[in-house]
Structure formats: structure tokens, C-alpha cells
């Protein structure tokens, strides 16, 4: 079987009223499925997804008295770990480098703290977060790819502030292997 992308990326969250109210009235996309599971143990899940565009979704759980799942946590996935903010997040196409552009100004009308444009050579990019302390991005390819991309090689150099660390020391430790 071909692979078709993705159906859905399944996330959590805390609060799910503020979640949906980000994603429907902040980024537009439109709530395709919400269910309330009643869970035999005790508690409930509310779960919803929205459509992000070319029947892909984003779905997110909050689980309410639930035995075994804490009633607090970071939905943000990063901190929790103890990574830069890039290192887990979730990029939507916006489709031309215009409707970047008009996407960053939507978003800062609304009250969002958005990147500047970010230009990765093959790519324009702008990074935001969600309630959540999810990094998102709205992004658009610049070119095709060429053979020469599939290549592993140092291509340009960062900084951990660039990558959404503002403080090095913030970081975990890394576990012993």
C-alpha cells in the first residue's frame, strides 16, 4: 500500500476549551469530530479534531478524573523533556510565500507572538505557540528538492537561542544510556 501522509497527529491538553478555541478562532480550522468518552473506571476523555487542510487532522485528548492519568502535566511536550522548543513541533503549509506573509499578520492581529519570516534556503517559515506551549509553524517551499538535499552535510550552523532557548542552563540533563 502507498503511503497517502497523514491521517491525524494526536496530541494532549490541559484545557480543552482554550485549545479549541485557539485553533477555530486563532489558526481557522474547523472542528470535523468531538467526542466525550466516558471512561468505566471513572472520569471522562473529551477528544476533538480539527481539519488542518487536504483531510489532515490534529486531534486533541483531556482527560478529566481519570485514575492513573494526572490531573497536571506539560501538554507543551518540550519543556517536559527538557529540549529546545523545536525540537517537537508541528508545521502547517501555508501554501505561497504571500500567504506566509498574510498568516504572520493575521496571527500578530490576533494577539500571537510570531517569528519574523525565517528563509531555510528550500523553505520560508514562521514559528508560533499554541495554549499549550506547543511550538507551531506555518511554513512553504521555496524550490523542489534535489538529490543534493537528501544529503547529510553541515549546511549552516544556529544558536540554542535561535532554536527557542533563550537560557542553555534550562535545559535537562540527557538520562544516561
Not at 38 to 57: A, C, N, S, W, Y
Not at 64 to 75: H, L, Q, S, W
Request: charged share 30%; glycine share 10%; net charge negative.
Amino acid at each position: 500500500m502507498a503511503s497517502k501522509g497523514f491521517s491525524h497527529i494526536g496530541l494532549s491538553t490541559l484545557d480543552l476549551d482554550k485549545t479549541r478555541d485557539f485553533y477555530v478562532n486563532v489558526l481557522g480550522f474547523k472542528p470535523v469530530r468531538s467526542d466525550i468518552i466516558p471512561i468505566h473506571e471513572g472520569g471522562q476523555i473529551r477528544h476533538i479534531f480539527f481539519d488542518t487542510g487536504r483531510d489532515q487532522l490534529i486531534a486533541f485528548m483531556e482527560a478529566r478524573g481519570v485514575p492513573g492519568i494526572p490531573a497536571e502535566y506539560d501538554a507543551g511536550i518540550n519543556r517536559g523533556l527538557g529540549v529546545p522548543s523545536g525540537f517537537y513541533h508541528f508545521a502547517f503549509e501555508a501554501g505561497t510565500e504571500a500567504a506566509l506573509e498574510d498568516k504572520r499578520r493575521e496571527l500578530i492581529a490576533k494577539g500571537v507572538k510570531v517569528t519574523e519570516v525565517i528563509d531555510h534556503e528550500w523553505a520560508k517559515s514562521i514559528y508560533f505557540k499554541d495554549p499549550n506551549g506547543i511550538q507551531l509553524e506555518f511554513c512553504t517551499y521555496t524550490r523542489n528538492f534535489t538529490d543534493e538535499d537528501a544529503q547529510m552535510k553541515a549546511r549552516f550552523q544556529m544558536s540554542l537561542e535561535g532554536m527557542g532557548l533563550d537560557d542553555a542552563s534550562k535545559l535537562k540533563p540527557s538520562p544516561k544510556r
